[in-house]
Structure formats: C-alpha cells, structure tokens
C-alpha cells in the first residue's frame, strides 16, 4: 500500500512539472527548439486543448522576382498558409487531445484556448544552382516565423523561429511543403512545452 501511494505521489508530482508553464523572461534556443522565445507575463495553460491560429500574416515575406520560376509557387504557398499550418498542427497535437480551430480573423480571443498568431517572415526556397555548384550554405531554403500567444486579450509569449532548409530537394513544391511541415512541427513541441 505505501509502494502504490508513494508511486502515485511521483507520478503527480512529475506530470505537475511536466504542465508548470515558463517563468517570465527571454529564451534562446528554447528546448533546443524555438530560436528565440520571451515569456512578457505569467500565463496558465493548463487543460486547455484548444489551439485557435488566427489568419498568419504574410505581408514581410520577401518574394522573389516575377520573372522567377518559384514566384507562382510562393504565392500561392502564402495564400494557403493558415490552412497548410493547421493541418500540420493538428497532425502534430491530435494524438495529445488538442484541437486546431483557424479563425476567421484575427481579433478572435478566447479565454478558454491557447490563441496563436503568426505573422511569417520567410519563405525562401533557395537556389538549387548555388546549392550544387557552390554548396557551403549558399542557396539554402529557408523558412520563418514570428509569433504571439495570447491568454485572453493579453499578448504572453513572443517567439522567432527559423528553418534552414540544406538538402538538394530537386522538387521547390516538396520543398515548400517540407519547409511548412517542419516549423509547423516546431510549434507543435512548443505549444506542448508550455
């Protein structure tokens, strides 16, 4: 009887710690996940399993020239964003209970979710060319985001997060599709680690 009590103290102990949230202040490299990640107030999380992402904001990404091949696929990447990012959320949460609810625009706060806003700063799909012929970093893809989670009305966490993307894809929509799936894996782990 004192095995099974005591066992059922650890174990409430350790989820306690597992679901205590990120002291005020600035992280980098959080979890060896998110780059930069600033907690501004205390905030509490706890059981909510609804993640709501406002419309991501895509208006600091640098497009390419017209006249470039990937100009078409990075539009129209950017113009299914929201969407391609809550797919890869909800892959990512699913299997924890959570649920990924896009709003229809941003001023939606809801003191019962966990609300997101992205605004996305880069969307790169490098060059191919550089990639072969120079190599040493020179055209990589690269992939990234700033963002904002909210408690209610209150903006609490602030984070930057960027996805360097080296491989030789000879595919710019696989790659594009790679460079969403693994930010967006990245923002799953760290919703979880809140």
Given at each position: ?194
């Amino acid at each position: 009887m004192k095995k099974t009590t005591l066992i059922l103290a650890i174990l409430m102990f350790s989820c306690m710690g597992m679901m205590a949230q990120v002291k005020v202040g600035k992280y980098k490299d959080w979890k060896k996940t998110i780059d930069l990640l600033e907690v501004k107030a205390s905030y509490d999380f706890t059981g909510r399993k609804t993640v709501i992402l406002l419309p991501v904001e895509t208006k600091d990404v640098k497009l390419p020239d017209k006249g470039n091949d990937n100009y078409k696929l990075v539009v129209k990447s950017l113009d299914n964003l929201t969407k391609s990012v809550a797919t890869e959320l909800q892959k990512n949460l699913q299997k924890q209970g959570y649920k990924v609810v896009v709003a229809e625009n941003a001023d939606v706060r809801d003191p019962e979710a966990i609300v997101l806003q992205l605004n996305w700063t880069e969307f790169d799909l490098g060059s191919r060319a550089l990639r072969a012929w120079v190599g040493f970093g020179a055209g990589n893809a690269g992939f990234g985001t700033d963002g904002v989670f909210y408690d209610g009305d209150n903006a609490v966490i602030t984070f930057s997060h960027r996805r360097i993307a080296p491989l030789d894809i000879k595919d710019y929509e696989k790659l594009a599709a790679k460079g969403v799936r693994e930010l967006s894996e990245d923002l799953a782990k760290m919703i979880l680690g809140l």
